[in-house]
């Protein structure tokens, strides 16, 4: 089963005809599962842990730079800030939590495999945040 096709959780389990979220009573959609307010420590939890995969995987000044800057788009997604010009908005970034993620953050080079090891961890720790929330 597709993810989007077990929303809401009370709906499917239950087949009540509430689309609230069980944690916070807000409307829940897709967006609203990983943005929940009551998710925020699983959301800290994951910018600690990507911050620590960061210092290991991204040795280079510019793709270090370029990798906290991106992390810290996700975290501006995550918690309803503006988030800053990157490719990523094209897809949107809710399909980072589904596993899908551009290869080039910064510009449109379909080809760049400069991010190729961090977008692996990114896609890996965003769909295991999606599955703990
Ligand atoms: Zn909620």
């Known amino acids: 089963m ?5 929303l809401p959780v009370i709906k499917k389990l239950n087949g009540y005809s509430n689309t609230k979220c069980l944690r ?3 409307i829940e959609n897709r967006d609203h599962v990983v943005k929940c307010t009551q998710t925020i420590e699983i959301q800290n939890k994951l910018e600690k842990t990507v911050f620590k995969e960061i210092s ?7 793709i270090r730079a370029d990798t906290l800057l991106f992390l810290k788009y996700i975290m501006d997604f995550l918690t309803n800030k503006q988030v800053g010009e990157t490719t990523q908005n094209l897809i949107r970034f809710k399909e980072l939590f589904r596993g899908y993620i551009v290869k080039d953050w910064f ?7 400069k991010y190729s090891t961090l977008n692996e961890m990114f896609v890996l720790k965003c769909v295991m945040l999606y599955n703990k929330c």
């Open 107 to 113: 510009s449109k080079d379909e080809t760049e495999t």
């Open 56 to 62: 290991k995987l991204a040795t280079k000044p510019k």
């Open 2 to 6: 597709a993810l989007t096709n077990t």
């Open 24 to 26: 916070c009573g807000d």
